[in-house]
């Protein structure tokens, strides 16, 4: 079955940075697209970033556009999420997922999760 494994979160202080890693197994990972989202407590879960199938394209939400950087290792069967500059409104649960589509920012359009890693940035 397919599994995706979030790791690298933390706490950390404002303008820190953090590395987030998804692990995934049971298909081709270079088929999929691979997505970011996050989600803070009484708020929907929203887009963060996308890469296509070979990486070599990306989006972001605007929110994030010049401090995070999605990458993926399709030889490692593993994406990355490098975080800079960090805010205090970062703070959320942060979710990897696979989606058959473009660089889709519906988190319908996806069709795996991983159980998601927490990121506190205190300020």
């Known amino acids: 079955q397919v599994q995706l494994v979030e790791s690298g979160g933390g706490l950390v202080q404002a303008g820190g940075s953090l590395r987030l890693s998804c692990a995934a197994s049971g298909r081709t990972f270079r088929n999929y697209v691979m997505g970011w989202f996050r989600q803070a407590p009484g708020n929907e879960r929203e887009f963060v970033a996308a890469n296509s199938r070979s990486g070599g394209s990306t989006d972001y939400a605007d929110s994030v556009k010049g401090r995070f950087t999605i990458t993926r290792d399709n030889a490692k069967n593993t994406g990355y999420l490098q975080m800079n500059s960090l805010k205090p409104e970062d703070t959320a649960v942060y979710y990897c997922?696979?989606?058959?589509?473009?660089?889709?920012?519906?988190?319908?359009?996806?069709?795996?999760w991983g159980q998601g890693t927490q990121v506190t940035v205190s300020s």
């Open positions: 997922a696979q989606g058959g589509g473009w660089l889709e920012k519906s988190s319908s359009e996806y069709d795996y």
